[in-house]
């Protein structure tokens, strides 16, 4: 009888246990073509005193082989390579090359980023988070390790709930919110909760974010221009449209606040079709800085017409992978027919952690210490553009973290944007929030002070006006 | 000149400031319809006097309401009501009675549960986890709080690609892995990677919920009958499928284990067309008594075609909500052309934990301790189940956490199942992992021993032994 040669080379020096050698070897060598289909191995106790290992070890080796389908044993015969025509034929198929993307250029070398997303951590509680996370882990039992309600926990939920009405008007019960791990993952889970082909209403500039989210769900997306309150209705009416996508309370990146009778207007037009919806992004509604800040649309809506989406990414730290998002009853019941079954996206951990910073009011004291901040950055910003105002016309103030300018010279934006960066300082362009662009459009620049320094808003603002004034 | 009657109760003792309070009041007049559009309002420093407070604040309510669009102020005129026809309309759309959906019914008393998902969290190491945890929160800085990397943290990306690479053979760089809360989010980021309408085919039966994410992306679903070495790919030619799910290491619910040669078979099948995939769900891949671990699927694939997707939620904890997915080259391109924008569903916090649980060797000696635990249960059930080999087939053992019976005296599912209900046991019928049901399904329990204890198994199964063998 023909025995195969076997040179194994064992190292029992080696990491691998001797069987695992074994194995491998065998294995490639199958692999590579040397040991070929229908060929009878040597006995299990042949190679076992050939390399002067145990019998067991052998046995372990080609159990694995044959358990993986390289070998087979065949009764009273022995052991064989299996007789795959496939274990060649790969190598037949011609391996692409695996192209690698280029890396991303390296950011240019810019001293003030006047960034319109960007949020100040400087004043974040870390020493309070850490003690809370300290103090549930001291607690932390297997309960807080297992997975918890798809819609997110019920205690979280609940001081959402209350929150959101206390804060923002918005009437709902806890089951009405769904916790997800930031808006863009609950977007997706609404698009599964709308359905498909939803045509879907933007406001024209928007968050390009949300724009690039219906896209890639496949949304037909219209565009829809905006007067001083914001969204004109009359020109929604005009689309085949059922959702529209709005941001009342302060428009991204327009900062226009939509007044009650425009809200209204909205609400009619939603209210008359039974499929129509709004979703109303109310993403920095935190920051108001004169007057008590606007109710949320939702809180206007007597017909289930809202769905609700806001954010602890913005009000508390980008980190904060934590939204929320209130389901009117006929989505909700949508939601738990067909989409009940997504796991939740928010470790409970994390859910009873920001629990407790809302529930012992660390969330309420941060977000008046941040309010402070902005607005007094605001002021100082607004104070230090005054010399702009024979080039620019300045809006978008009152709210949020930035402040538009508009230019009145008739220069472009592409020019006034470059004219800052030769002097090392971002300025953002509002052509990059619009999905339409026209010729037409005002030259306009954004700029962002929510991340900067007293400093460094002074510093920057005075190199702008070097060349932009 | 006609002034208004305002007649506002004051309480300087409540919560409310004074000047939410006269805001509220007039708010509530004009929607309710007693404030009339176009009537002029008493000037502030009339309201002030009557109401014996600060013209400061009557100033606060009055700008309030005008920048909601309540009031108008008209210049050297007074505030009026404004003229939105929309104000009162609302209220003739029939407010549609919201229906809350029921609560579900309360769980039945069950004292045994064979549930074949659960996993056994008595021998996490909290105190490992707490610790650091704590740790990392010492050192944590801004950076730590910030949003990070879409497709997750380059440190947690690095060290998930050297332990896939070490343990289940997978060959990827860092750069096609993307971190995600959990498996659903990753497969519905998977769905904008891959396109709409992709003709999905699946092992029958299988694993629910991917079946439901893909129903509910709309996806049409071919079943693939499955021999004793796991799907048909004969039977995968016969449909239109472009994308295959699998789990070749440990097929669940049925525990088959794909043989080399049924994977190249597969592999080559993806290869022949440019656009087919194979997604890799190796879910528990961890958990195998007997030799080494099959390598992945992915690890024969030389022509990028399978997407590997794995979780934490199953080797660690289910509320570690971080799942990894390596994309080949070509999905890659895709994923960063089309859904790089997404940001990225886990907190960096979590990251840094799980990365250091993994790197300083936690996570290894974890999953060993759990290795041995599962396998002597596994061993102490497959001994406990003796008795039933007269009346069931017992299968599906080597790996996992449950095993497999199947009926041999013609009883039904429903039967078998209702039988073991009545003795306080809960047992898992195949049924429900059926996608598609024939008259002729043999009638399969699966019995799950992962969460219970030694004693619990007993004492189940002691129970089971009563009635149905």
């Known amino acids: 009888m023909k025995e195969l040669p076997i040179h194994i080379q064992l190292h029992p020096e080696d990491n691998k246990t001797l069987y695992i050698q074994i194995y491998e070897y065998i294995r490639d060598e199958i692999r590579a073509g040397n040991l070929l289909q229908n060929e009878k191995l040597p006995s299990a106790r042949f190679l076992a005193e050939d390399l002067q ?42 391996y692409r090359e695996m192209r690698k993307p280029q890396d991303k250029k390296e950011e240019e070398s810019i001293r003030y980023d006047f960034s319109p997303n960007a949020i100040d951590m400087r004043y974040f509680p870390y020493a309070t988070w850490k003690k809370i996370t300290k103090n549930i882990l001291v607690d932390a039992n297997s309960k807080m390790f297992s997975l918890g309600e798809p819609q997110g926990d019920l205690n979280l939920r609940t001081t959402i709930c209350r929150y959101l009405h206390g804060s923002r008007g918005v009437n709902c019960e806890p089951e009405q919110i769904i916790i997800g791990a930031g808006n863009d993952y609950l977007l997706l889970l609404l698009e599964k909760i709308l359905g498909r082909h939803v045509h879907v209403a933007m406001e024209n500039p928007t968050y390009i974010r949300a724009y690039r989210i219906f896209r890639s769900c496949a949304y037909p997306v219209s565009l829809i221009p ?105 989505l909700l019941e949508k939601y738990r027919k067909e989409c009940g079954f997504y796991s939740s996206t928010v470790s409970r951990l994390d859910q009873t952690i920001l629990n407790e910073f809302i529930q012992d009011g660390y969330f309420e004291r941060y977000l008046n210490k941040m309010r402070k901040q902005y607005r007094e950055k605001h002021d100082l910003i607004l104070n230090e553009l005054k010399p702009f105002e024979k080039a620019f016309r300045i809006s978008g103030s009152n709210a949020g973290q930035h402040v538009l300018l508009t230019d009145v010279k008739g220069r472009k934006e592409e020019e006034l944007a470059n004219m800052a960066k030769e002097a090392k300082v971002k300025v953002y362009r509002m052509q990059d929030f619009r999905i339409e662009k026209n010729s037409d459009d005002p030259a306009m620049l954004l700029l962002g002070y929510g991340a900067l320094s007293f400093e460094e808003i002074k510093e920057g603002i005075a190199l702008l006006k070097k060349i932009l004034v």
Not at 57 to 83: C, H, K, N, W
Not at 246 to 259: A, N
Request: with cysteine; aromatic share 10%.
């Open 53 to 94: 290992v145990s019998r067991t070890t052998v046995d372990m080796a080609y159990d694995q082989l044959v358990s993986e389908g390289y070998l087979e044993a065949r009764p009273r015969r022995g052991y064989f390579v299996s007789a795959y025509e496939e274990l060649n034929v790969i190598d037949e198929i011609p």
């Open 226 to 330: 905006m007067d001083e309150n914001g969204i004109m209705v009359e020109c929604l009416r005009r689309t085949d449209a059922r959702v529209a996508y709005v941001m009342p309370s302060h428009q991204y990146p327009t900062g226009i606040s939509m007044p009650i009778g425009r809200r209204l207007e909205l609400l009619k037009w939603a209210a008359e079709e039974k499929d129509r919806y709004l979703i109303e992004d109310d993403y920095d509604s935190e920051f108001r800085y004169r007057g008590k800040p606007l109710p949320s649309l939702q809180a206007s809506d007597h017909n289930g017409k809202v769905v609700y989406i806001g954010t602890f990414s913005k009000s508390i730290a980008p980190a904060i992978r934590i939204s929320y998002m209130v389901l009117p009853y006929p």
